[in-house]
């Protein structure tokens, strides 16, 4: 079946570093793909999204890019600030959107 | 913000008693989902709604039930609450099921089985 992997971290940064998140997939056809935020206490929230190859989502300097070459859509952001700190998912949605997979999820903490 | 509210927000609970949670939404969109989320696990699907009382399972539905008589309100019961369903559950709403299926996130219930 469909699959995200994602590196679990803890990820430790300091203020204005830049960032990679990696996240790769595993799916049949030509799935969708997001990354969501989950801040402490909260629900998830959408981030960004790529629906085809080579689509870059971005959004509050994130951003990412549909790699179907390499199955991957790796966040980057290139400097940090400690609002950032939070819990990252990659998450793949197929085409008939029945089928919404998350990845484990990557905790980011970020030190003034 | 997508308005959706979940109740109760915590919960505390005994092994083999019911328990139901309830989400309910204010955007009249035609999809719901029930996630638990694990350390670990990211988040896993439970079961979803397509329209009222049109609803179906998702990869650990097991000891779970749905149902959906109003668009607004999707209830997920534990029928016989057991230790491992310890977990914070999140109810989340989609627009479309197709491709631009983004999903947006209530603020969870968490749940605790003693």
């Known amino acids: 079946g469909d699959s995200v992997t994602q590196m679990e971290g803890p990820v430790t940064l300091s203020e204005e570093a830049f960032l990679t998140i990696n996240c790769t997939y595993t799916a049949t056809g030509y799935p969708s793909l997001f990354w969501y935020v989950q801040y402490p206490g909260e629900g998830l929230q959408l981030l960004l999204k790529a629906t085809k190859a080579d689509d870059k989502g971005s959004n509050k300097g994130f951003e990412a890019t549909y790699r179907k070459e390499t199955t991957s859509f790796h966040l980057e952001k290139g400097s940090v600030q400690v609002s950032d700190s939070a819990v990252y998912f990659c998450?793949?949605?197929?085409?008939?959107?029945?089928?919404?997979?998350f990845g484990p999820g990557t905790r980011l903490s970020v030190l003034p | 913000d997508a308005g959706i509210t979940q109740s109760p927000r915590h919960k505390v609970t005994e092994t083999g008693t019911p328990v139901t949670l309830r989400c309910h939404q204010t955007e009249n969109h035609r999809y719901m989902y029930w996630y638990r989320q694990d350390p670990g696990h990211g988040l896993r699907l439970i079961h979803y709604?397509?329209?009222?009382?049109?609803?179906d399972k998702g990869e650990v539905s097991d000891g779970y039930s749905v149902s959906r008589s109003k668009t607004e309100d999707f209830l997920l019961t534990l029928e016989s609450a057991t230790s491992s369903q310890t977990s914070v559950y999140f109810c989340?709403?989609?627009?479309?099921?197709?491709?631009?299926?983004?999903?947006?996130f209530g603020p969870g219930t968490r749940l605790t089985v003693l």
């Open positions: 998450a793949l949605s197929d085409r008939q959107g029945q089928n919404f997979v």
């Open positions: 989340a709403i989609s627009d479309s099921g197709g491709p631009y299926n983004e999903q947006f």
């Open positions: 709604s397509y329209g009222v009382k049109d609803t």
